[in-house]
């Protein structure tokens, strides 16, 4: 990493510019990052900006309490300022990973503004500005740009808890996420030493796949369970089970969500012989932990074959998984869902549940997902959407509702129980996080 500190040393937003460096370095491009570093600096030696411009119009800090509701419709407007003027000067669309490099840029959590428009508000002044943002000393993840400012944020971010997130403040929070980092690090390095070879994973996947060799003499409800009380038993780590869990959660996620979902879907469920299972729209994290699958082997005795679809654009194909002598578990792959469903045609077979992960329905490629959402309705198929966020659940929720889904209130608009427990910053936010598979945006049958 001090390596790619000195190679970006001259760039004019060093917070940015180090994070762009680390991300393609670790896929082996630095050519890559060469014209992200020169449009950075570029972006200020032009001595203007939009982002100033709306933060100057603006005031969520006046007396002594903080418009929340203004602070993030500006830091909105600011974000999609700085995206607008740097695809400018780079001369093609960002990337979503290139995006966030702008969502995750640090900001004063009372007015919104950053390191680089500080920089830039003093040069049109023709002042030489020595001030910089301020950290929050004890999650280091939290800034400010002056006392008073910390002062407004302060009481709230160390003491008030987050709904929905066990009683934790936003620092306490921001220091688990710092953790889990540190974990992730340490995995990362301990597969390195090991195979040097290896691609490094990337910054957005969890390291860590893991699932309880145990098998269950029967079926037990998911409903009012917990992770722990679900998985802390089976860890025999040396210290710190709290990152260790929370990072296995990520992948685990794919299979209690299968599992919840069988369960609310069909009352007291009665495990079958055979669970066919379509997973809608996979990418990385559902390709890179089909081994986790395994669990639902695992948590179903009676099961004696395991059939799952992976159905979507970004196949190319998934190897079979061994279960080391267990039920047989088939994968297969196809393009998108409701084209492998005409396809089929009379030769189609319902499965016991299509899931689809994080979907983003209501984001990418919306017109292609109503088209599958129209066919599982349609088909009557046993259904389930999940989403990173509470507004992408909502906003897919209403795409469902309003093409007739039935959709069963237990599965959404809601937390998802087993959603991952690894949590991350929302990237173009000064509060909040997301979590993968982390809310049901609906379930229909």
């Known amino acids: 990493m001090l390596d790619v500190v000195k190679r970006v040393k001259r760039s004019y937003s060093p917070g940015i510019c180090i994070d762009s460096a680390h991300l393609y370095l670790y896929q082996g491009d630095w050519a890559r990052h060469k014209p992200v570093c020169k449009a950075l600096r570029a972006l200020e030696d032009a001595g203007s900006s939009m982002a100033l411009h709306f933060y100057n119009l603006a005031d969520p800090t006046s007396g002594d309490v903080i418009n929340t509701q203004e602070l993030a419709e500006l830091t909105g407007m600011c974000l999609h300022a700085d995206v607008y003027d740097f695809e400018k000067i780079i001369g093609r669309p960002l990337i979503m990973i290139e995006r966030n490099l702008f969502g995750w840029e640090p900001r004063c959590a009372a007015c919104g503004i950053t390191d680089r428009m500080i920089r830039i508000r003093a040069k049109q002044q023709g002042q030489a500005s020595s001030t910089q943002l301020q950290k929050c000393m004890d999650c280091q993840s939290t800034f400010f740009c002056s006392p008073r400012h910390f002062a407004l944020i302060k009481k709230t971010h160390g003491t008030v808890p987050i709904n929905g997130y066990g009683n934790l403040s936003q620092c306490q929070l921001n220091q688990q996420i710092r953790e889990d980092v540190r974990f992730f690090n340490l995995l990362s390095d301990a597969k390195t030493s090991i195979s040097p070879d290896a691609p490094t994973a990337l910054a957005d996947s969890a390291p860590l796949t893991w699932a309880p060799e145990r098998v269950m003499d029967e079926w037990s409800s998911l409903k009012g369970s917990t992770w722990e009380g679900e998985f802390a038993s089976h860890l025999d780590v040396p210290a710190g089970k709290g990152p ?168 959404g608009p809601c937390r998802n129980p087993w959603g991952s427990m690894l949590l991350k910053t929302e990237p173009g936010r000064l509060d909040g996080f997301y979590n993968s598979n982390g809310w049901f945006a609906g379930g229909f049958k």
Request: charged letters at 25%.
């Open 244 to 411: 260790f869990l929370r990072s296995a959660s990520d992948g685990l996620a794919l299979p209690m969500t299968i599992l919840y979902a069988l369960e609310v879907l069909n009352g007291e469920w009665k495990p079958k012989d055979t669970l066919v299972i379509h997973v809608l729209g996979p990418s990385g994290p559902e390709i890179q932990n089909s081994m986790v699958f395994e669990e639902i082997v695992h948590r179903l005795p009676g099961l004696k074959r395991l059939e799952l679809l992976l159905c979507g654009p970004e196949m190319s194909g998934v190897n079979q998984t061994d279960t080391k002598g267990g039920p047989e578990m088939e994968l297969d792959t196809c393009p998108t869902y409701h084209e492998h469903i005409q396809q089929k045609g009379s030769s189609f077979k319902v499965p016991d549940l299509a899931v689809a992960f994080n979907s983003g329905a209501s984001e990418v490629e919306s017109d292609s997902w109503k088209e599958t959402m129209k066919m599982l309705i349609e088909k009557k198929i046993p259904s389930v959407f999940t989403s990173f966020n509470e507004l992408e659940a909502a906003k897919e929720s209403a795409m469902l509702s309003e093409l007739g889904a039935p959709l069963v209130p237990e599965l």
